[in-house]
């Protein structure tokens, strides 16, 4: 399992084609990454590429000072002070106005001991992830 980027973002199409091809050649390996670039028009085609292969999950990384919502299908990772979320109960909350799904990261609030052990974010088609404000 590889996180891309801890820090930083995708800059460019070369860059995400490399990315592309890393995980072409790892199938065995699960990628999972954030990104603000998907708003960067050059950007999103190469992305969509990106999160399109079965060992990628890619969100969309959202929080209050972006008003658009990414386009359909995408995953998207959420800030907990955005007045989008609403809590249904526990950690499970849905996103306004679309109502999709979100959760709580597990390993912030101590529910699970890190990434590895979760895997909320790196497999299937689940919903949303919210990360707690830090």
Known sequence: MVRIHVSGD?????YIADWVRLALCRPDVDFFGYTRSWRVPGLLPALESLRALPNVQLFASMDRSIGQLPPDGWR???????????????DYWRV???????????????????????????????????????
């Open 76 to 90: 998207r990772a959420w800030i907990e002070n955005d007045d989008r979320l609403r809590q249904v109960r526990g």
């Open 10 to 14: 995708f800059s460019s199409v070369e």
């Open 96 to 134: 306004w106005p679309d109502g999709a799904p979100a959760y709580i990261c597990p390993e912030e609030t101590g529910r699970q001991p890190n990434c590895q052990k979760c895997q909320y974010c790196v497999t299937g088609q689940r919903g949303d992830v919210i990360f707690l404000l830090h």
